[in-house]
């Protein structure tokens, strides 16, 4: 019996293309508010994702959330930006993003 793992069934092929375009589009779609939104802050995408993991893991570190999200170049742009020198800074950073104050900021 030969490997099928990565073999197309020829005679679905344009069905399964179509339903690729298909999730593609509404991809595009499900994602476009949030885009809009995201754009208003001056954020991005990469933003949110790192949003989201810091505040469903309040008290992750740098290192745990880099692993977590699985670091791109793009996420290590963001990275470099935010400032890796200590947690606290990393912490005010992210605060500031998400339009939050920290517990010692000066601002709260």
Same mark, same amino acid.
């Given at each position: 019996m030969g490997?099928?793992?990565n073999s &197309? /069934?020829?005679? $679905?092929?344009?069905e399964l293309n179509a339903a690729l375009e298909l999730m593609h589009f509404a991809y595009r779609a499900f994602t476009a508010g949030p885009d809009? &939104? *995201?754009?208003?802050r001056g954020l991005q995408r990469v933003h949110h994702r790192i949003l989201y993991f810091v505040g469903r893991h309040p008290g992750i570190s740098v290192n745990g959330l880099l692993a977590i999200l699985?670091?791109? $170049? %793009?996420?290590?742009?963001?990275? @470099? %930006?935010?400032?890796?020198? @200590?947690?606290? *800074?990393? $912490?005010?950073?992210?605060?500031r993003i998400a339009g939050m104050p920290? %517990? /010692? /900021?000066? $601002?709260s």
């Open positions: 490997n099928k793992v &197309i /069934d020829s005679s $679905r092929e344009v809009r &939104i *995201l754009e208003g699985a670091v791109s $170049r %793009a996420m290590e742009k963001v990275f @470099s %930006a935010a400032g890796e020198q @200590s947690e606290h *800074l990393w $912490r005010g950073v992210m605060s920290v %517990a /010692d /900021d000066p $601002r």
